[in-house]
């Protein structure tokens, strides 16, 4: 018992400042999102509505479709981060010279602020002194202007993001996969397995718990990209093909000061994000069991 | 035959590295370029060679003197925020895998949730909380959270600490607990443990966390730009700033953005090795 | 010809000089009685003011010049954060809300003040004066201000904000093509008529179309107009509703000040035949735009034009002087006309009879929030930026005129020959031009109304789609924030 409280103590400092940078500001959500509140309706006021905002989320033709924007935007963007990531971390397994360089040069936009990520590729596409408008029309004769076209625009998105975080996947994998006992492929090499089969039946069923990982922490950041895309797209264009639902919460609770909405709005894709994370969590932790647990339960 | 395929493996896996970092450096590349153009310069027909440099775009935000305080500010911000991360979750992480404590995986996934939700319905609480309830003092002698640099240091912790912990989980499960027994069986006491044995075998994941703490928060906007104005600004607030306002400045934004990417670019290069090590989550154990 | 493109250069730099010195020496300009406000200042000297205003060329000369010359004379420090569109509005209104007294003094812009009024954010500067006689300033005047300053009053007549800055949105062409005797030739061999800024919306496209072929034909990186069409920026969705539909006679954005209705079934004309003949004009002119058109706001609109790659558009009046002057900025230096925008019939008499506009008369105004805590020297620095003597200097390097007075001042004369009369057009012809209409809930009905609009330029919907669907979500959104249920 003593040696608990001790536990206890080392662990406050955490949960106090989560608690109060954390779930204090999660409470006030929660509070407000059964309230209507807009600090310029005609009557100022707070007033209860029970769940109505809830049941307003769902007929809400805008929240649906920054719902689908986002929802195909992270599939799209995870899935292709995934493939590359796993192909360039597989090529890192060899030795090459100059290996180490160009894995530098890899992690670079990494570590490149968001909003810094949006900015770049603006200066990338704007129509008129970007050099990818000006190559596709000189060299492909194709007309691309993502103020313009919902499609392009909607595919540059999910490019910059595949530019962003595919070097996460990548450095992510290769730890995984330079991690991996020897024997199990080397056993399969003897057998006669082709490299195919041995990706197959013997990396990928041991990369399982690791690609978990890396899929949860990319969808769960992908759900609630703002910055990079609303730099780009100058706020969600054109029409509301990059509207994700991060850019359009963000303009119900400030320009339209809609605070109730806004907050239910929150709330309903908190709950979303989270089904789908733990759901993944879940299918980790499991995994991790099954793999014989020798340091968590002590 | 054997040698022949060797040589085609290796020339693949050069054009493929090759290729990935041309499409990783060009648009970095382009940023310089326009860096390096003035406001009338700007339409001229895409180039990849700069051919004059336009050095005022630099001169101009360097010498500027509300640029600079961004530029401090943002170092405090990241550096405190980094090693507060680093020392809390060290101990948090230590208590998660050494105690058996009630709820202790709910705890780890309800902290994992802070980051999972979308930023702008906090900010208004946020706001609130930092303006009215974390306060001290009345009229001009007052001081609260809003606009200081312990403010965004404290709410940093949020984003970074489950990420840390989720980090250093596996890291410090990976530590054999016989090593602390005996310690504790020789007199030490649970700061030394922590201090003299977990800490030095955990160092490269510590690394990491420091590390990738530190990123996060001198790369956050969002929050900065709107729980700061005047004393604890940081630098992507000047950078949105430069883009929204100035609006087709885009030679001086695309200067401080490159000037806002030579810390990274530093710590790229230096910490390369800490970071693939510490990438692993804990979810591969050997 | 070189002659014509050497004076406004001449013109420019001494202006600029001018300015320079004056921003560098920090000289408190004749006529300020230094004495009186030093005195008035004294119990508040070493207060630090703080304030909120976007980064526009009039902030950023407050911040740079009259700040620095007020700390100098009265020991009061003044700060201003210079911030993007957006987030000034978030952060005053955060502010103002929670009571929390960041600010000492905030930019208000005239769209936004029936908001801040109705929730009785701002003091009565009117009556604050009257209270504390002690700190009104002399030569300071609410009467010094042209109309503009109408916009911050109350039902009866208090002055809530000290105007800053105020402009137009004028029609810019390129007078060097206009003027071109070959391209005038060719023109009326095309149409039949004679070259000339276009008077209605049909010759402003076919100016359009002519000179988009006429660049293209000569291999020049030219089009025929402007369009602030960013498509997911509001800046588009206040083009169409403040510049383009009032040309068509549609005003207030088609609501209905009675019963606060946009469908033209609730006696709106938001999806009237007019503004749908308006969406359907200013949507087609994208064709004959420049390809930055979708993604430019009103800056960008602005650079377009100063780059050459327009032969005419609205743009807004902040932007006239240095495109017409400012060659390290612009490229078509000396050769910018400006005139009013393209009607349609009867829309200018209806405005000269005051039952309606032609554009947007923009600006704004520093208010005092009820909960600043430093209230009497914030009011005695809303005086000093409102007085006659400094209107000059800021006026030269802003193009903004907030006073009567401003007009006659040298600098202000030598701007004016420099733009080929945008002042004169403001000062003779501005009370055409109105603000935005008096909407308490102008943000919210906006962001409602804008994404059909966004759409409307990606064309995912048909102009007309677009504006039945926007004008019943905006009865939808009036109703739940309780106006006109």
Redesign the interface.
Known sequence: MRRNRVGWLLLSPTLIILFLVGIVPFIYVLYVGFFEWNLFSSDRAMNFVGVNNYRRLVFDERFLDALWVTIRFTFFAVISQLVIGFFLAQSLLKNFPGKVLFRIVHTLPLMIAPISIGAIWRLLTIPGFGPIPFLLQNWFNIDYNIGRNADQAFLTIILMDIWHWTPFVTLTLLAGLSALPAEPREAAMVDGANSWQIFRYVTLPLMRPIILTVLFIRIMDALRTVDEINMLSNGGGPGTATRTLGIHIFRVVFPQTDYGYGSAMSLLTLYFTIVICWLLFVSLTQLRGSRGNDGGER | MRRTRQIIDYALTYGLWIVVAAITLLPVWWMIVVSARSRVELFNAPDLIIRSFYVQNYTDVINNRTFQGYMINSIIISTANAVLVTVLALMATYALSRYKLVGSDNIFFTTLTQRMAPPAAFLLPLFLLFTQLFAVGEGRSRWDLYDSHLGLILLYCVFNLPFAIWLLKGIIDAIPPELDEAAFVDGANTFHVITRIILPLAAPGLAVTLILSWIFAWNEYLFAATLTAFEARTITTGLAEFVTVTGTNWGAMAAVSTLTLIPSVIVVIFAQRYIIAGLTFGAVKD | MKLRNAFPLLVFVLVALLSVSLAAAQDIPEGIDAAWWSNAAQPYAGTTL?G?S???PPSNYVRDVLAPMFTAMTGINV?L???????M???A??DM??G?G?YDFVYIEQDIIY?YL??NYLVNLTEALADMPELAAPGFSFDDFTTFIDYFKDAEGNVFGIPMEAFIKVYLYRTDLFNDPDIAAAFEAEYGYPLAPATTHEQYRQIAEFFTQYAAANGM?MWGTTVQA?????ASFYEFFESVVPTFGVYNWGINMENWKATVENGGAMNSDAAKAALEWWVGN?TFA???????????V???FA?G?AAQGLVYGENAAWIATD?????VVGSVGVALPPLAEGVLEAAEAGEGYIGYYDGGAFGLPVSS?NMEAALLWLQFVGLPEIQADWAAAASRIVMDSTYDTPQVMAADEATNGYYTLMREQGYLFAGAPPF?????L???VA?FI??A?????SPAEALDRAAAAADAELA????GS
Do not use: C, M
């Open positions: 703080r909120v976007e980064s526009t700060e954060e210079t911030t993007s569109w957006d987030q509005y978030d952060k209104i955060r809300e929670a929390t960041i908001g109705a929730n990186q960013v498509s997911g920026h509001p994208l420049p390809p930055e058109a979708t993604s430019s706001t009103w800056d960008e602005a650079a377009s780059a790659r060659p390290t900025r612009s490229q805590r308490p809930f102008h943000p919210q906006r962001e409602v994404p966004y759409e330029i990606a064309g995912t919907l739940r924030l309780g106006y």
